[in-house]
């Protein structure tokens, strides 16, 4: 693992400006493991953090809103999109829908010095990385093996074709946990996503924004 970014942060000479991609956070984690419930509970509890909204090819799901959750794209669009590097990353996501991050609105943001969280699979996060190796890479951990398929089954969103695609990625996933800065585990959400918000450094430990 690397070096902690606070720490980095703190050895910074004062009056030096941070670079700002270190204000962006990206969350990864197997498939089912809350990464979704997480940013959620970012966007209830803590607006002062940005939300990236990625492009998709999937088709919404009940509830999802275009442009608030995802915005919907179709194969011609998203193809356009990257001809055009448009995303900061983009990948194939378990085997079938393609998922990106648009790269201008997250620089708008950092260029203002808004904490911004991207919520990607593991391909993006390592792309992320290439780009913007000064960014935060938080994994998102299960309390077990055991407890990620209980989570997957009780979902009930995918059939059962989907849930073994998920689960392979899953597998492989989990794996990669080595690779990140700073590893939480998804035991209880408030819990997870207090530790986040403290690893992004929004909150001091007053609990007053930085
Ligand atoms: P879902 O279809 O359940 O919303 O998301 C499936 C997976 O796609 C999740 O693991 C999520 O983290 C990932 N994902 C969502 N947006 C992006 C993105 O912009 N880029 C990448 N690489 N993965 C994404």
């Not at 990625?54 to 799901?61: D, F, H, L, V, W």
């Not at 010095?113 to 919520?119: C, F, K, N, S, V």
């Not at 939480?184 to 007053?208: C, K, P, Q, Y």
């Amino acid at each position: 693992m690397r070096d902690d970014h606070g720490t980095r942060d703190a050895s910074r000479p004062s009056g030096q400006e941070p670079d700002p991609s270190a204000r962006l956070t990206v969350l990864a984690g197997p498939t089912a493991v809350g990464k979704g419930t997480v940013s959620a509970d970012v966007r209830a509890r803590y607006p002062e953090v940005w939300l990236s909204v990625s492009a998709t090819t999937r088709r919404p799901r009940p509830g999802e809103i275009d442009g608030v959750h995802y915005h919907f794209v179709d194969d011609v669009t998203f193809d356009r999109m990257v001809a055009e590097g448009e995303f900061l990353e983009w990948a194939v996501v378990h085997g079938r829908n393609r998922y990106g991050t648009p790269r201008a609105a997250v620089m708008e943001r950092l260029a203002t010095g808004t904490p911004a969280l991207l919520e990607i699979d593991l391909a993006g996060a390592r792309q992320v990385r290439e780009a913007m190796p000064e960014a935060r890479f938080v994994f998102l951990a299960p309390p077990s093996w055991d407890e990620l398929v209980r989570r997957l089954v009780g979902r009930g969103t995918e059939d059962e074709e989907e849930r073994e695609r998920r689960l392979a990625t899953a597998r492989v996933e989990l794996a990669a946990e080595a690779e990140f800065d700073h590893v939480i585990v998804n035991d209880e959400v408030h819990r997870a996503t207090d530790e986040l918000i403290d690893v992004m450094g929004v909150r001091t430990r007053s609990g007053v924004g930085c």
